[in-house]
C-alpha cells in the first residue's frame, strides 16, 4: 500500500467535515501536515523531549489509599494529569498542535476556552515557541473562571470577550471559528478537544493518549494486571479519549465516559447529552457529526454544569461512535455529586481536582463499593482544582 | 413545464447583473419579513434567499446574528420558514426563492421530508453554508427528486481541485464568497476578487454570484461588472434595523440597487 495521505475522516457515521467553504482547503492542509510531522521522528522527538522536561511527563499514577478505604472496595488509582505543567491534560494537545503550528508557518493561534485550562495550555505553549495567541472566553466562564483569565494574560495571551449566545464554550468556539475563518492564511486554530471538524478528533486524540499509554506501563508495575475500569469526565471528551485509546483492544476493560448532569437529568439544567433523549440525538455542530444536544427544530440546546469545562452542547464524535458499539458506556454525575467528590478527594487525598474531575470521582466512589477488593479502578484526574474555588467555595456556602 | 432549477437561472438571464437579496425569515418580525422580500420582488429582484434562522450561526457576522436572534426569539422554526415561502408564493411573489441555513435544522427537519415540504411550498432550493459537497449527497439526491438546486458556494482559499468539483456538482448556480472572513459589511472590496472570480468562471459554467461584505451601490456595480449576480445580506438586515418604517426602507433600498446594476455591463 502506498503511504498513507489522507487518514479516515470519520469514526463510523460519526465525524466529517461540516464547515463553511473557506476552511475545507485549511482542513485538508492541517491534515497533511499533521500526517507529514506524525510521522516524522524530528518532530515526535521534540514533543517528547518537551512532554519530559516541560510538561513533566510521566505524569503519576497513584493509589489513592485512604479513598479507596473510605468506599471500602475496588482499589482506586489515579492519573494525575493534575500534576502536568498549567495544570490539565490540555497542555499535551497545546503543544503538539502549537509545534504543528509553527511547522506550518503560521505564527498566530486562536484557541476557545471554557473552565480556561485549554486557555491557559495554549497561553503557555504559545509563549513557550514564541506564537502570537488569541483566547476567545464567554463572559459567564470569565467571571467563575476569573484565576484563568488573569492567567491567560499573564502568559502574553490577548483574551476575547465572548458576548454571543449563551456566552459559554459554545459561543467561545463560534467566535474562534469566525476568526479562523477571516485569518486563515495566518492563523492556525488550536482546537482544546477531540471535537470539530476533520482531522481535528483524530489529531487531539493522538496527542492525548499519551496519558493511556503511560497509564498502561504503570498500572502494570503496580498491581501485575490491567485494571477492571477507567474512568472519565466527557466534556468535548479529550481527557477521556486519551486515556481509553490505549485500552479499547482490551476489551475486558470496562471504559466509563462521565457527563455532566447538572442539576439532574430531569431538571432539563445538564450537559449529558447521552443521557436525555428528548435533547440529545445526532446532529451537526461546528463542523462534526455527533451527538448534540438540540430542541425538536434543530437549534442548539443551553447546557448547565456547575463545571465550565464540561458545559458543551455536543460530545466528541469517536465517544459516539465507541457507545454506539457498546465499547464504552457513559453515566452522569450531578453538581452536587461533584462538589461532594471534590472535597472527599480534598480531604482523603490531600488533592484538589478541578471540578470537571471531580465528575469522573464521583463515579468512581459509586462503582468502588460495589466491586471486590482485588479489583482496580483507575481515574483519569484530568486537572487541578484551584481555578474552581471560588465556584466550590461558593456552592458550598449555598449548600 | 420548467424545471424549477432553470428557474433559478432564470434569474441570471435580465440582461444586467442579477441582484440577489439575503434577509432573514422572522426578522424583525413574521410578517414584516414577508412584506420586505415582497418589497424586494416587486423592486426588481430576480431572485431572493430567505434565511432559516439557527442559534450558531458561524459564517455570520454580528448583523445576520442578531436577526437570527431575534427571528428565533419570535418564534421562528424551520416549518414556519416553509409556511413563509407558501405564503409568498399566495401572495404572488414569482422570483426564485432559495432558502439559506445551516445545516442542523435541516438535519433535524429531515433531509427527505425538507426537500419535500420545500418543493410542495413553492422554494426552488437551498444554499447550506457549512455543508460541503462531500458531505452534501444525501441532500443533493433528495433535492434532485424535488426538482430543488443546491447551491454550492466557493472562497478565495478555494482549490482548483475543490473549483472543479463544486463546477461538477453545480446546480442553480454558484456562490462565490467574495472574501475570507464573515458576513457583514466592508469599506472596500478584496483586491482579489476579479482573480478568483476568473479562476472559478474557468471551470464553472453556472452562473456565478458573489456575495459577503458587498454593501453600497458601487460596490454592487463593481461586483455586477465581474460577476452574475450580486447578493446583498447584512445591508438590507441593517436598513430594515434602522427604519421607521422597515418594508418601505428595504423596497426602497432594493429599488436603488437594482437600478444601478441597471447601469452596469454584463461581464
Known sequence: ????????????????????????????????????????????????????????????????????????????????????????????????????????????????????????????????????????????????????????????????????????????????????????????????????????????????????????????????????????????????????????????????????????????????????????????????????????????????????????????????????????????????????????????????????????????????????PESVIIVNLSGRGDKDLDTVLGALREA | MTDPVDLVSGAFTKGRPAFMPYFTLGYPDYERSLQIVQACAAAGADLMELGIPFSDPLADGPTIQHSTQVALANGMTVARCLTAVAELRARGVAIPLMLMGYYNPILAHGEARIAREAAAAGANGFIIPDLPPEEASTLEEHCQRGGLALAYLLAPTSTEARIKLVAQKASGFVYLVSLTGVTGARSELPSALSDFVARARRHVSHPLAVGFGISTLEQAQQVGGLADGVIVGSKLISVAGEANDPVKACGAFARQMVAALKDTDPH
Open chain 1, 1 to 372: 500500500m502506498n503511504a498513507t495521505t489522507t487518514l479516515p475522516g470519520k469514526f463510523g457515521a460519526y465525524g466529517g467535515q461540516f464547515v463553511p467553504e473557506v476552511l475545507m482547503p485549511a482542513l485538508a492542509e492541517l491534515e497533511r501536515a499533521y500526517i507529514s510531522a506524525r510521522d516524522e521522528s524530528a518532530f515526535q522527538g521534540e514533543l517528547q523531549q518537551l512532554l519530559i522536561t516541560y510538561v513533566g511527563r510521566p505524569t503519576p499514577l497513584s493509589l489513592a489509599a485512604r479513598l479507596t478505604a473510605h468506599c471500602g472496595g475496588a482499589r482506586i488509582y489515579l492519573k494525575r494529569e493534575d500534576l502536568a505543567h498549567s495544570g490539565a491534560h490540555k497542555i499535551n494537545n497545546a503543544l503538539g498542535q502549537a509545534l504543528l503550528a509553527r511547522r506550518m508557518g503560521k505564527g498566530r493561534i486562536v484557541a476557545e476556552t471554557g473552565a480556561g485550562q485549554h486557555g491557559v495550555a495554549t497561553a503557555t505553549a504559545c509563549a513557550l515557541l514564541g506564537l502570537r495567541c488569541v483566547v476567545y472566553m464567554g463572559t459567564v466562564d470569565m467571571a467563575r473562571q476569573a484565576p484563568n483569565v488573569a492567567r491567560m494574560q499573564l502568559l502574553g495571551a490577548e483574551v476575547q470577550v465572548v458576548e454571543s449566545g449563551s456566552q459559554t464554550l459554545k459561543d467561545a468556539i463560534n467566535e474562534a471559528i469566525r476568526d479562523w475563518v477571516a485569518n486563515v492564511k495566518d492563523t492556525h486554530y488550536l482546537l482544546g478537544s477531540a471535537l470539530g471538524p476533520h482531522p481535528y478528533p483524530t489529531m487531539v486524540r493522538d496527542f492525548q493518549a499519551t496519558i493511556g499509554r503511560e497509564t498502561r506501563g504503570q498500572i502494570m508495575a503496580a498491581e501485575g494486571a490491567l485494571p477492571e475500569t477507567i474512568i472519565a469526565c466527557v466534556g468535548g471528551g479529550s481527557n477521556a479519549i486519551g486515556i481509553f485509546h490505549e485500552f479499547i483492544a482490551d476489551e475486558s476493560i470496562e471504559l466509563i465516559g462521565v457527563e455532566a448532569a447538572g442539576a439532574g437529568i430531569t431538571s432539563g439544567k445538564h450537559a449529558a447529552r447521552f443521557a436525555d433523549e428528548d435533547v440529545g440525538r445526532p446532529g451537526v455542530l461546528h463542523g462534526c457529526y455527533t451527538y448534540v444536544m438540540q430542541d425538536a427544530d434543530g437549534q442548539i440546546a443551553l447546557t448547565h454544569s456547575v463545571s465550565a469545562g464540561l458545559v458543551y452542547a455536543a460530545v466528541g464524535p469517536e465517544h459516539t461512535r465507541l457507545r454506539e458499539l457498546q465499547r464504552a458506556f457513559y453515566t452522569h454525575a450531578t453538581d452536587n455529586e461533584a462538589l461532594h467528590a471534590f472535597q472527599l478527594l480534598c480531604e482523603q487525598e490531600g488533592i484538589i481536582p478541578a471540578l470537571e474531575s471531580a465528575h469522573a470521582v464521583a463515579e468512581a466512589t459509586k462503582r468502588a463499593a460495589r466491586m471486590s
